[in-house]
């Protein structure tokens, strides 16, 4: 290493003490100031939530033309649709309810095509639709499993590239990735799942550094973890130590982290400051932690699939 590398690699160590202070001196100051004093105006936006005809896609739509953003809502569900876009329009919100199968390459392509035309570029995207089986591996058909690859992660590339370049033009946007805490840990009963949610994060986390590493300061990127939500998804699980988390507070949560620019949030946070047992605990006793406290696995047996949740 010659001289001037050496203070190279010096000043950037002493860069980084420096940034080291003043975030984490800003991330204590954050925690005393409540969110709505920090919050960005979203009343010039456009957001497109994908899986808005219900759950907490619906939720997020209508949270966001609450605070007077333009909404976009995509789904397969064409009736819930329909009703989601009403509830906003009766409360005096705008909206636009689109069909669209994500799973459709060349129809998320001319879906996109037809929201610019008649509605503009969408600033705010919140790839939310998701999909699950449930079943152990041997047990869930060939199609299934491809169906939860292209609804929770490969629809993502067709949907963030058909509205990243309008955003990069004009350094601004926000993209919202809603992953799953079983994308941080996986469990019993979603082989196809956790990977698919496991992709999102790592697509997420990707397209983070390249917008950083490529100056677009003005697009902001947010992924968020939650825990199970009571919204029908994971239907018959009850889990043992924690109950599930209310629709409400999770899309309540979600527009908050948009409006503040978080970058990651885990619902419940608590879950953050357990992962990393993951890392640091021999994962044999993980293991124990895992069957004989949390239980995960007994849990996750109760959840019915998709033919069940039908009758
Ligand atoms: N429910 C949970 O416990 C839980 C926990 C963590 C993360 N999540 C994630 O949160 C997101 C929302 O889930 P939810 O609980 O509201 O579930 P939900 O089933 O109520 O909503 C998912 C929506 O996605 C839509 N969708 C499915 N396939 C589609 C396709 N091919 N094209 C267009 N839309 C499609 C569905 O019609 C539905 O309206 C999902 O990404 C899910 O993986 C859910």
Redesign the pocket.
Known sequence: MDLAEFFAILYDFALFMVMAIVYLVESLILMFIPRRYRSKDLREEIALV?????????LIAIKLANRGCQVIV????KI?LEETAKIIQDAGGKCWAYH????DKDEVYKTAKLVKLEVGNVTILV??????YGRTLLDIPDDEIE?TF???II?HYWITKSFLQEMMRENHGHIVT?????GLLGTYNCTD?SAT?FASIGYHESLFTELKAHGYDGINTTLI??????????NGVKPRLKS??Q?EYVASEVVAAIATNEIFVVLPGIIKYLLPLKFLLPPKLCWILMYHILQGPQTMMMLKNREEKIK
């Open positions: 994908t899986g808005a005809a219900g759950g907490i896609g619906r995509w789904d397969i569900n819930g669209c199968d994500i799973t790839n939310n639709a998701g999909y699950v169906r292209k609804v929770n629809s809603i992953a799953s805490v079983a799942y949610k973890c939650p825990y199970f939500i009571d919204t029908g998804m994971f599930m988390l629709p």
